[in-house]
């Protein structure tokens, strides 16, 4: 375990400056769930739902942290380490796990799935 304060963007390239950074972040996030909600309603199989339901429960918990506290708190380190080598993952919490894992199940779900375009 490793506490961390997130305090820039996704790629810790864009620093948000002050509270208008922060409240422009949250507006673009607000925007992509409300987006996300849409297709949600329309999804058309289970996966997708479910898939859909993660990102948006990431995205929301990591916007809740950023109005809550200026910042997102990542608290997991994965790391591995041997003799002579080591490696060092990002930080990230469990809203981020959301996210990537619906990300993996709409991946799967359109390359994949029963409803996927299958070649002639």
């Known amino acids: 375990m490793h506490l961390g ?40 199989s289970r996966l997708t739902a479910l898939a859909l339901g993660l990102i948006i429960g990431g995205a929301v918990g990591n916007a809740v942290d950023r109005v809550a506290y200026g910042a997102v708190a990542d608290f997991v380190l994965f790391h591995v ?30 390359l994949l799935g029963t409803d996927a375009a299958k070649a002639p």
Request: avoid cysteine; proline fraction near 3%.
């Open 81 to 110: 380490t041997t003799a002579g080598w080591s490696f060092r993952w990002y930080v990230f919490n469990l809203a981020d796990v959301g996210i990537v894992a619906g990300v993996i199940g709409l991946l799967y779900d359109s």
């Open 5 to 44: 304060a997130h305090v820039a963007g996704v790629d810790d390239q864009h620093p948000q400056v002050g509270p208008l950074g922060q409240w422009a972040l949250v507006g673009v996030k607000t925007v992509a769930v409300m987006l996300l909600w849409i297709w949600l309603a329309r999804a058309g």
